[in-house]
């Protein structure tokens, strides 16, 4: 943290009990209160454990059940791949936003390379339960992630919520979206949960900040909070509908880093963000398909080719050249995303198909 710690920030090694918006103070879990002219949340969500019943005992008390979606049990789901010998593995997704959505169905596609590089794939039957009617919020990507699941040999489900977990007698139960009375049962050999999720307690108890649903409410374009003008918020806790990854909160920080300065300096708010988020899917050991787009679900890429299309060098890109863009502009505040890179390579790409059309008539 003090590494990349602004030099001129206070860090107060505490945590938020509640915020008491309409007095601009924020209330520590040490009783220590600190008053604020203008506040930034960035909370993000935590997983929703109780929302499955036995979930908690499965994780705790049984080595074939885990989630990724929580750093506790992340390293369990390596080892469990690396016990599992045969069977069927199961992949639950919730319904609802939760963070990074691609990653529930990314682990089963992860599954599937692992069990084939072990040669175990005639053995293993891999099913994706979903919640959800559709796997990617966007047709062309889902189409795209469609055809990678058959490739990989993940068979997908819809409409189907993990409620319970008989970890005994290695049973899901799930409940059909549509009519919750109506259940299903799988037996599995490995279950990968990803639990609905919710706001920190801190956000839960201070109600006049949030939605009726879960999230901190601000205005999806300015990032300004829709009653207390003095607080902008971002990231998962935002009540922005668009899928939640640090692609989106690159440009989201940039948002409200310009009309945080608008506010202070008594300027307009302005209307700048357009939901662009980014979901790099990994679907292989060196390949990758970047899925980009904004608010109307329309795509967004960065690399105007191929874009539903898994590709090794997309690979090589976030595996090397995004942990460095993190450490060293994101997390100092200096990368707002890729829309300069966008605008170059779009033009440039427009530029050789002219030129090669150009070419072709000579
Ligand atoms: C398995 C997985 C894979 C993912 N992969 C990708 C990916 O490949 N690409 C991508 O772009 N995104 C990915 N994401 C999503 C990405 O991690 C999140 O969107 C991002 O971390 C959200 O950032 P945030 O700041 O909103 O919340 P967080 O990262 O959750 O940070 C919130 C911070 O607030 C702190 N906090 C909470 N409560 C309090 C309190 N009461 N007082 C003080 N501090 C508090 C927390 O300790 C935490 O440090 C992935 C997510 C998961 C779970």
């Given at each position: 943290?003090?590494q990349?710690?602004?030099?001129n920030a206070?860090?107060?090694?505490?945590?938020?009990?509640?915020?008491?918006?309409?007095?601009?103070?924020v209330?520590?879990?040490?009783?220590a209160s600190?008053e604020y002219?203008?506040?930034?949340?960035?909370?993000?969500?935590?997983?929703n454990?109780?929302?499955?019943?036995?979930?908690?005992?499965?994780l705790?008390?049984?080595?074939?059940?885990?989630?990724i979606?929580?750093?506790?049990?992340a390293?369990?789901t390596?080892?469990?791949?690396?016990?599992?010998?045969?069977?069927t593995?199961?992949f639950?997704?919730p319904?609802?936003?939760i963070p990074?959505?691609a990653?529930?169905?990314?682990?089963?596609?992860?599954?599937?390379?692992?069990?084939?590089?072990?040669?175990?794939l005639?053995?293993?039957?891999i099913?994706?339960?979903?919640?959800?009617?559709?796997?990617?919020?966007?047709?062309?990507?889902?189409?795209a992630?469609h055809?990678?699941?058959?490739?990989?040999?993940?068979?997908?489900?819809?409409?189907?919520?993990?409620?319970?977990?008989?970890?005994?007698?290695?049973?899901a139960?799930?409940?059909?979206?549509?009519?919750?009375?109506?259940?299903?049962?799988?037996?599995?050999?490995?279950?990968?949960?990803c639990?609905?999720?919710?706001?920190?307690d801190?956000?839960?108890?201070?109600k006049?900040?949030m939605t009726?649903?879960?999230?901190?409410?601000?205005d999806?374009?300015?990032?300004?909070h829709?009653?207390?003008t003095n607080v902008?918020?971002?990231?998962?806790?935002?009540?922005?509908?668009t899928?939640?990854?640090?692609?989106?909160?690159?440009?989201?920080?940039?948002?409200v880093?310009?009309?945080?300065?608008?506010?202070?300096?008594g300027?307009?708010?302005e209307?700048m963000?357009d939901?662009?988020?980014?979901?790099?899917?990994?679907?292989?050991?060196?390949s990758?398909?970047?899925?980009?787009f904004?608010y109307d679900?329309?795509?967004?890429?960065?690399?105007?080719?191929?874009?539903?299309?898994?590709?090794a060098?997309?690979f090589?890109?976030?595996y090397?050249?995004?942990?460095?863009?993190y450490?060293?502009?994101?997390?100092k505040?200096?990368?707002d995303?890729?829309?300069?890179?966008?605008?170059?390579f779009h033009?440039?790409?427009?530029?050789?198909?002219?030129?090669?059309?150009?070419?072709?008539c000579?």
């Amino acid at each position: 943290m003090l590494q990349v710690l602004p030099d001129n920030a206070i860090w107060l090694k505490d945590s938020v009990e509640h915020f008491c918006p309409a007095d601009n103070m924020v209330i520590l879990e040490s009783g220590a209160s600190v008053e604020y002219e203008f506040m930034v949340i960035s909370m993000g969500l935590k997983p929703n454990f109780k929302g499955i019943c036995g979930l908690k005992t499965a994780l705790n008390d049984y080595d074939n059940v885990s989630t990724i979606y929580s750093e506790k049990y992340a390293v369990k789901t390596y080892e469990c791949f690396q016990n599992f010998k045969r069977g069927t593995a199961v992949f639950s997704a919730p319904a609802g936003p939760i963070p990074y959505a691609a990653a529930t169905l990314e682990i089963a596609y992860f599954a599937s390379n692992y069990f084939r590089n072990r040669k175990q794939l005639n053995d293993v039957t891999i099913v994706y339960a979903n919640a959800n009617d559709a796997l990617f919020p966007v047709d062309l990507y889902e189409d795209a992630v469609h055809r990678i699941a058959e490739k990989l040999n993940v068979c997908v489900q819809f409409g189907v919520n993990l409620v319970r977990i008989i970890p005994e007698n290695n049973k899901a139960v799930f409940a059909c979206t549509r009519a919750p009375e109506n259940t299903t049962c799988l037996k599995y050999s490995f279950l990968h949960v990803c639990t609905p999720m919710e706001p920190p307690d801190a956000l839960k108890k201070s109600k006049n900040l949030m939605t009726t649903g879960k999230f901190v409410d601000v205005d999806k374009r300015t990032l300004q909070h829709r009653k207390f003008t003095n607080v902008f918020a971002l990231g998962d806790c935002a009540s922005l509908p668009t899928s939640k990854t640090v692609g989106a909160i690159s440009v989201q920080s940039y948002v409200v880093f310009k009309n945080l300065m608008n506010a202070m300096e008594g300027k307009d708010i302005e209307p700048m963000y357009d939901g662009y988020t980014a979901s790099p899917i990994f679907t292989g050991y060196d390949s990758l398909m970047l899925a980009e787009f904004d608010y109307d679900k329309e795509p967004r890429p960065t690399f105007p080719f191929n874009i539903d299309k898994e590709k090794a060098w997309l690979f090589h890109l976030q595996y090397t050249v995004m942990p460095y863009i993190y450490w060293n502009y994101m997390l100092k505040g200096t990368w707002d995303g890729p829309e300069t890179f966008r605008k170059i390579f779009h033009l440039e790409f427009l530029r050789l198909r002219k030129e090669s059309a150009y070419l072709g008539c000579k």
